[in-house]
C-alpha cells in the first residue's frame, strides 16, 4: 500500500511571503490530518478533515493559515503571509476513519514538509 | 484537554543495551500509538496500543488504561533504533473518538555501536 505523499520536501522563503503545501492520503482513507512540529517538540494539530468537510480547526491560525481538501482526497495547506515563528515540520496524515473502531482511527504520517522563513 | 508526558527526556545507550520508556497520560483514552521519528523526520508507526501487550520483534509495548500509562521496551538495542520516540493520545470522548492525536514531548535515544 502506498503511503501518504507530501510535497515540497523542502521550502525556504521569506517572510511574508506565502507558500503551499500538497498532501495525498493512504487511498480509501476518509479522514485526513495536518500537523505542525516546531524543532524540538512533538507535532501539534492544526485541522482535520472527514472527507471534504473539516471536523476541528480550532487551532489553525486562520489569519494566515488556510486549508482545504475539495474532493475528499488530497489536500492542500497555504500559509500567507508567512512568519519567522511558522518555521517548522508540517506533517499531513491520514486515518481510515475518524470514528472509534478498533485500528479505524491508526494515523499513518507523510515524510513532512520543512519550511524554514528567513 | 488532556496531557501527555513522556519520561526520559534524553537517553544514551551502549549497543546491546534494553531500555524502558514510559508515557503518563491524563485523562482516559481509546487510542494509544507509539512513533519512532527518524533522523530524516519521517514518523514511523509502532504500535497501535490503547490498552494490553504487543510485541514485534526487539520492540514491545504494555498500556495500563486504569492506570493511565504506557510503556514502550527496547531490547538489544542497535544504531538504527536512534531518534525520537513519541507516545500520542486521542482522549476517550464518551467512547467516540475523533482520530485527534494529542503528542507528548517526546524521548530523544540515542544509541553507540
Known amino acids: 500500500e502506498a503511503g501518504v505523499a507530501q510535497s515540497p520536501r523542502y521550502k525556504i522563503i521569506e517572510k511574508r511571503q506565502s507558500v503551499a503545501f500538497w498532501c495525498n492520503p493512504i487511498?480509501?482513507?476518509?479522514?485526513l490530518y495536518w500537523y505542525q512540529q516546531i524543532l524540538g517538540q512533538g507535532p501539534k494539530l492544526l485541522i482535520q478533515?472527514?472527507?471534504?468537510?473539516?471536523?476541528?480547526d480550532s487551532q489553525l491560525p486562520k489569519d494566515r493559515f488556510s486549508a482545504e481538501r475539495l474532493k475528499g482526497v488530497d489536500s492542500t495547506l497555504k500559509i500567507q503571509p508567512a512568519k519567522l515563528e511558522d518555521s517548522a515540520v508540517y506533517l499531513c496524515?491520514?486515518?481510515?476513519?475518524?470514528?472509534?473502531?478498533?485500528?479505524?482511527?491508526?494515523?499513518?504520517f507523510g515524510a513532512g514538509s520543512r519550511l524554514t522563513v528567513l | 484537554g488532556i496531557q501527555v508526558e513522556q519520561s526520559p527526556p534524553d537517553l544514551i545507550l551502549q549497543e546491546g543495551a534494553n531500555s524502558t520508556l514510559r508515557c503518563n497520560f491524563s485523562?482516559?483514552?481509546?487510542?494509544l500509538q507509539w512513533f519512532h521519528q527518524n533522523p530524516w523526520g519521517q514518523l514511523i508507526n509502532l504500535f497501535y496500543?490503547?490498552?494490553g501487550t504487543k510485541q514485534n520483534g526487539r520492540l514491545s509495548a504494555t498500556t495500563v488504561a486504569t492506570e493511565r500509562y504506557s510503556l514502550l521496551y527496547i531490547s538489544s538495542s542497535q544504531t538504527t533504533d536512534s531518534g525520537v520516540y513519541f507516545c500520542?493520545?486521542?482522549?476517550?470522548?464518551?467512547?467516540?473518538?475523533?482520530?485527534?492525536?494529542?503528542f507528548g514531548q517526546g524521548t530523544i535515544l540515542t544509541v553507540h555501536p
Open positions: 487511498s480509501g482513507h476518509a479522514t
Open positions: 500520542a493520545v486521542d482522549p476517550n470522548a464518551g467512547g467516540t473518538s475523533y482520530g485527534k492525536l494529542t
Open positions: 496500543i490503547p490498552s
Open positions: 485523562d482516559s483514552v481509546n487510542n
Open positions: 496524515a491520514s486515518s481510515l476513519t475518524g470514528a472509534s473502531f478498533s485500528g479505524a482511527n491508526v494515523l499513518t
Open positions: 478533515f472527514q472527507n471534504n468537510g473539516v471536523v476541528d
